[in-house]
């Protein structure tokens, strides 16, 4: 693997804890020799994981629409920016570009970010992992939702096999680097 791109919120969130878990991403990301793939603002956790990447002096990709830039100012320090028109291409940069796909707690676009990759894996577009950093149960109730997806018969067992998740950065990058897509057994 060389870039994970990390989706997340371009708010901090209520809790300290999510600003935390943002850092340790971008620290684990940069220590491990990977590029941090991100929608390029300076704001909210999408500007702490990116913050600690760099300070650690890591590789710092960011993809943003033009039109968000008024809302969403670009971070100053980008190793590269990767400007767009759409966020639908936006998302379709983030996916050819990584090589895995991690959500830190957001709301929304985090979750259209990530279930585009899932999407998109299950139909075979990709082989790529995708994982979701579990900061205090953040994502319990959606897991909890796709494994009753999975067991009234509206998600295959394999699909919600392949999800990585845990509460640990470190993990989930271990779990990224050995992952097997089900379509490649």
Known sequence: MQNIAVF?????????????????TGQALARAGLGLVFGGS?????????????????????VM??????????????????????????????????????????????LDEIFEAITLSQIGQHRKPCAFLNIEGFYDPLLAFLAGAR????????????????????EILRQMDSFVHPHSR
């Open 151 to 170: 067991d009234q018969g509206f998600l295959h067992p394999d699909y919600y096999r392949m999800l990585i998740c845990s509460g640990s950065v470190d």
């Open 8 to 24: 997340c919120g371009a708010k901090p969130g209520n809790d300290p804890v999510y600003r935390q878990a943002a850092v340790l």
């Open 42 to 62: 300076v704001n909210g956790l999408m500007g702490t994981v990116a913050d600690a990447a760099l300070a650690e002096g890591g590789r710092v990709i960011g």
């Open 65 to 110: 629409p033009e039109h968000l830039t008024r809302q969403e100012p670009i971070h100053p320090g980008l190793s590269e920016l990767i400007p767009v028109d759409t966020m639908a291409e936006r998302k379709s940069t983030m996916l050819e570009i990584s090589d895995g796909f991690l959500a830190l707690p957001g709301g929304s676009g985090t």
